[in-house]
């Protein structure tokens, strides 16, 4: 059964050279829910994500897990609690798929430790769930864009952690595939009660699949909640400098953005 761990940030400040990306940003994860951050591109969701996975160290301000400084806590320790599949993952030239998603294994075996049924059961239950199980012995540079996604999916649902965190995980993917992931990882969310991090670009797939929304903007947490309080048309305007009307959603009852753009705000076309 999985633990709920809890992971935080306190003050964080992170940056590239010269350039400051976030700034004293201090927000809570809700252990075992999806949080979704949402914003404007190069806004920092991303640069957040990966401070959070200890892959950019702080300039100052901490990232807790379990209430410690995750960069004070061995690696491998880390690894079985939190996975991360980055924006754009790169795999060995010629791996095959199952051994890819092998290597999400890799926190929890050593030396002392060779593979076992339940790394076996741990990669199967993975390719199955992301549909990709017919591609076991494929290699990964072969597949499409978006049979490639699923298996980095595949690799991280493997590591079997309490947290994971997933930077644009439907990149690459149809409509159909987008929705058949974020159903994937809500059914993961629901049946072991992992806690479930992304980030998104689409407003309107993470006002209905999150539970806490994260709106980010120019480096600093401009707001946080139920997708209800926080997809407004202020929101949307303050956060991505677009105006629209936000909608009940006719299917999930959340949100939905509809984009105003300047040949839709219902002045008459000149003839």
């Not at 929705?179 to 006002?207: F, K």
């Not at 926080?230 to 400098?241: K, S």
Request: with cysteine.
């Amino acid at each position: 059964m999985t633990v709920n761990r809890s992971l935080a940030t306190d003050a964080l400040s992170v940056g590239y050279d010269d350039r400051l990306v976030l700034e004293d940003l201090s927000l809570t994860i809700p252990a075992g829910r999806i949080s979704v951050i949402v914003g404007a591109n190069a806004c920092g969701k991303s640069t957040l994500l990966r401070s959070m996975a200890r892959l950019l160290p702080p300039r100052s301000g901490r990232v807790l897990l379990d209430g410690r400084s995750i960069a004070e806590q061995p690696t491998r320790e880390v690894a079985k609690v939190l996975g991360l599949l980055p924006q754009t993952p790169v795999a060995p030239d010629g791996i095959a798929v199952a051994d890819l998603v092998a290597r999400g294994r890799y926190p929890h075996r050593s030396f002392l430790r060779p593979w076992t049924t339940d790394d076996e059961q741990a990669v199967t239950s993975a390719l199955r769930m992301t549909d990709v199980l017919e591609l076991a012995d494929r290699p990964v540079d072969e597949l499409s864009g978006g049979q490639r996604q699923r298996v980095w999916i595949a690799m991280a649902l493997a590591q079997g952690t309490d947290v994971l965190l997933l930077d644009e995980p439907t990149t690459f993917l149809d409509v159909t595939h987008q929705v058949e992931v974020l159903d994937l990882l809500t059914d993961l969310n629901r049946q072991s009660g992992t806690t479930i991090v992304m980030v998104l670009h689409d407003l309107n797939l993470a006002a209905r699949y999150a539970d806490e929304l994260f709106a980010v903007k120019d480096g600093r947490l401009h707001s946080h909640g139920a997708p209800a309080d926080v997809v407004t048309e202020a929101t949307v305007r303050e956060v991505f400098g677009m105006e629209s009307r936000v909608v009940p959603d006719a299917v999930s009852g959340t949100p939905l953005v509809l984009p105003i753009g300047r040949h839709h705000s219902g002045a008459q076309r000149a003839v």
